[in-house]
């Protein structure tokens, strides 16, 4: 009787098939290298991405590719997170931009010189003004009494 598979045996034995190597190569040239070395770092310390359908995980850390973002969670600009697909009872990876993506994103158009945003604590609102929305703060200057107050919400700045 044949033993089963463990998903990262899966992903290993597609990633590392020769079609999908010479696909790899084609499309990333001299960055496949580092983008299967990588991507396999990612599933394997990566228990739900095991259980997707290996060529979903490799088209959604491609797109992260293709922007130029690394694939390092703690980096937060690109993920591949695995979902249910309950239509078809599999699981699936997608691409998800993060937050610092958007920013790095948009710095990179050129048009923008600053970018930035941050929370905003309880007390900081000075005034808001209902009929065009701006807003006046008036910002805690001590970090040690700041990072005591709650986080009422957030605020970005750019120019």
Do not use: H, W
């Amino acid at each position: 009787m044949a033993e089963r598979q463990t998903g990262l045996q899966t992903f290993n034995k597609a990633i590392t098939n020769p079609s999908t190597q010479r696909y790899l190569q084609e499309v990333l040239g001299e960055r496949k290298g580092s983008f299967v070395n990588n991507l396999t770092a990612l599933v394997a310390n990566n228990a739900n991405l095991q259980e997707c359908e290996p060529f979903t995980v490799m088209f959604a850390a491609m797109k992260a590719t293709a922007l130029n973002l690394p694939l390092d969670n703690s980096l937060g600009m690109a993920y591949v997170l695995p979902y249910k697909d309950n239509k078809r009872g599999v699981t699936v990876a997608q691409f998800q931009l993060g937050y610092k993506a958007y920013k790095q994103l948009a710095l990179r158009t050129g048009q923008f010189k600053v970018l930035n945003a941050t929370d905003v604590r309880e007390g900081e609102i000075k005034s808001r003004n209902r009929l065009t929305g701006e807003i006046t703060f008036q910002f805690i200057d001590d970090e040690t009494e700041r990072e005591q107050k709650p986080i009422v919400g957030f605020v970005s700045y750019f120019r």
